[in-house]
């Protein structure tokens, strides 16, 4: 008998799930109404003219559908996947808490520069709200351990700033996101920040092995840019290669440079053949030009 009770109790439940109707969606598209019914962005969320805070509620009223859809032949239905229970669109709760419509929209700030691809958007339920590198593009990169008090403009105090990605192990392993993630440090940090640690005696040999004097060539060589992120003058370069008497192989060949009339020797042949490569390390505005030594007669 018992096990009959509970057989009957789980088919009620079975049954009772499979009659319950799926909660409502609203079914609306973006993409239609911008591109083919010709509507404005402020045809729909009006309100965000005057809004200064984000508690402000900027969706559309079932009216304001009413002033371009006729009330009595519009069936429920074209908007609600289950008008018997039909719902309201879910909010986006995850918003800076001081963010202000008002102020962004009299700047002639265009709704999709901030809400990007919302114009080819079919279907509710995914938001397009700006991210972090959206703001910086106009209010500007700051270093976060200088210049906390900027966020403050938009978050509200005490909001946790650091992204879920600075785990325990993440001064060991910033660096491989840098190179092969997003890029997105400058969201928050100078370059400043990273040579404060990246420079002089605080270089770790995990950034540069133990030989990579005798390797790092290979490396200019391959990814000059790579190089340039923190050594960004040539002179960094030229500073150490002159101290040190170090120069390419081909500079120590017997005949790399001569005085015989038409003939310069190898280095006039390398000269044509890649002369930007020359002017690497002897360029006037490193190094004296070695070349009027020779040639300014």
């Known amino acids: 008998m018992k096990f009959i009770n509970i057989f009957i109790l789980l088919s009620c439940v079975l049954l009772a799930q499979g ?3 799926p909660a409502d969606k609203i079914i609306f598209s973006h993409q239609f ?8 962005c402020s045809s729909c969320h009006g309100k965000a003219t005057e809004s200064q805070a984000v508690s402000d509620n900027l969706l559309p009223e079932m009216q304001t559908c009413y002033d371009c859809h006729d009330e009595d032949d519009t069936e429920c239905s074209q908007c609600h996947s289950n008008p018997d229970e039909a719902g309201l669109a879910p909010r986006n709760k995850k918003l800076a808490a001081k963010f202000t419509h008002k102020v962004h929209l009299s700047e002639k700030i265009a709704c999709l520069d901030c ?3 919302i114009a080819a958007k079919t ?3 995914t938001f397009h709200r700006p991210g972090s ?4 593009s106009c209010h500007g990169e700051i270093d976060f351990k200088e210049e906390q008090a900027k966020c403050l403009t938009c978050h509200e105090k005490g909001m946790d700033f650091i992204p879920s990605s600075h785990v325990v192990n993440w001064p060991k392993d910033h660096g491989l996101n840098q190179q092969f993630g997003n890029g997105n440090c400058s969201h928050c940090h100078q370059v400043s920040y990273c040579q404060n640690c990246h420079e002089g005696d605080n270089l770790d040999h995990e950034v540069h092995p133990l030989n990579f004097r005798l390797t790092h060539g290979n490396s200019a060589k391959a990814n000059k840019q790579n190089c340039m992120t923190c050594h960004e003058e040539q002179m960094f370069c030229l500073d150490c290669h002159q101290t ?3 120069m390419p192989k081909n500079h120590s060949y017997v005949n790399w440079s001569n005085r015989i009339p038409g003939n310069g020797g190898r280095h006039a042949k390398q000269a044509k053949f890649d002369f930007d490569n020359c002017m690497s390390c002897h360029n006037d505005a490193f190094t004296d030009n070695v070349c009027v030594t020779c040639h300014g007669n």
């Open 123 to 125: 279907e509710t339920g």
């Open 19 to 21: 009659l319950a109707q």
């Open 33 to 40: 109404h911008l591109s083919e019914a010709d509507a404005e």
């Open 244 to 246: 040190q008497m170090v």
């Open 115 to 117: 809400h990007q691809g």
């Open 133 to 136: 590198e959206k703001c910086t």
